[in-house]
């Protein structure tokens, strides 16, 4: 029933894990995962950890210096990310739970 009441007074803990969305160590466990992932990226679009303002300057700069195959090269890997993106994206729009009720 919608209007239920909780019948036993809220823990301690269950605004920090309202908070983080799950327990400490899950998400604490999740963030490092997402990190390394985000790290990985980063180094193959050539960010350095210890002098990242240089890094973005040093990639606006190949950026720009490449000119209009800068379009080319972006296109490329929108097109490589959506045969991927777009059709799980579907797929998970099709079979998922119904949201909402």
């Known amino acids: 029933m919608?209007?239920?009441?909780?019948?036993?007074?809220?823990?301690?803990?269950?605004g920090l894990y309202r908070f983080l969305g799950g327990s400490p160590l899950s998400v604490a466990f999740r963030l490092i995962?997402?990190?390394?992932?985000?790290?990985?990226?980063?180094?193959?679009?050539?960010?350095?950890?210890?002098?990242?303002?240089?890094?973005?300057?040093?990639?606006?700069?190949?950026?720009w210096d490449l000119g209009f195959d800068t379009i080319n090269w972006l296109w490329r890997y929108f097109l490589l990310g959506a045969v991927i993106v777009i059709p799980v994206w579907?797929?998970?729009?099709?079979?998922?739970?119904?949201?909402?009720r």
Do not use: C, E, K, Y
């Open 2 to 14: 919608p209007d239920d009441v909780r019948d036993l007074p809220a823990s301690q803990n269950d």
């Open 33 to 63: 995962l997402l990190s390394i992932l985000v790290g990985v990226v980063l180094a193959a679009v050539g960010f350095d950890p210890w002098n990242i303002i240089h890094s973005i300057q040093l990639l606006f700069q190949r950026l």
């Open 90 to 100: 579907l797929l998970s729009r099709l079979f998922g739970t119904p949201r909402g």
